[in-house]
């Protein structure tokens, strides 16, 4: 049977594909591609960072306290990034070994993919509780304990739930006094001005913000 014509309407890009596609059913109506078929799809359409941003997406384990299997497994990325005569199949298995389990939104993967770009992100722990005296203060997006140093993304919830924003508020100030230094980057640092956020960071590290090397601008282009 001939390919249908690919799908049109507002933020969605279609695409025709000739080859065979088994699908399973999401809400017993929509008919989508495995994750994994649909990963090898969308690659030689994606820049580097978002190829990372999907995989981070797929790696994540949902349901109660992150017990549910995720979309896709690392042994499974691993095999699918080494599989022969693939598309783009370079792209694949840089961006699988820039992947990490942990990451709960698009905006802080690009995040990480910045101090990854210069160099920062060695020693910085994904989506980590901390806590004090009195208990549990929170989890936060990236942590690195050996430098007491906590680099997170606000989103514009952060700033205008003001029931979330107090909690936030709380939750940093606990942090501070348990000795943490917290960096809290907001998107127009992250998309539009990554080494403001890069240099931050290296100045709370201690370290000389490195020159980017040839090819790696790659983790800072998503527009």
Not at 184 to 190: L, M, N, W
Request: charged share 25%.
């Amino acid at each position: 049977m001939a390919p249908r014509n690919a799908s049109r309407t507002r933020g969605v890009v279609g695409h025709q594909h000739g080859a065979p596609i088994s699908c399973v059913l999401v809400d017993q109506h929509l008919p989508v591609a495995p994750p994994q078929q649909a990963l090898l799809q969308a690659v030689p359409s994606l820049s580097l960072a978002e190829v990372v941003v999907a995989i981070d997406y797929l790696l994540r384990p949902r349901g109660p306290r992150d017990r549910t299997r995720p979309k896709l497994t690392m042994a499974e990325l691993d095999a699918l990034a080494c599989t022969p005569n693939q598309r783009c199949g370079h792209r694949l298995r840089l961006a699988a070994s820039l992947a990490r389990i942990g990451a709960e939104s698009r905006m802080e993967t690009l995040l990480r993919l910045i101090l990854a770009a210069y160099g920062l992100d060695e020693g910085f722990e994904l989506q980590v509780d901390l806590s004090d005296d009195r208990g549990w203060i929170g989890r936060f997006d990236l942590v690195n304990a050996a430098h007491r140093l906590i680099v997170e993304y606000d989103g514009e919830q952060h700033r205008t739930d003001a029931r979330q924003y107090a909690k936030d508020e709380r939750r940093i100030s606990r942090a501070w006094k348990a000795g943490y230094q917290v960096l809290r980057f907001r998107y127009p640092e992250v998309a539009q001005n990554p080494e403001v956020a890069a240099l931050a960071v290296a100045e709370a590290l201690g370290v000389q913000l490195r020159t980017l090397e040839p090819g790696i601008t790659g983790l800072l282009t998503w527009r």
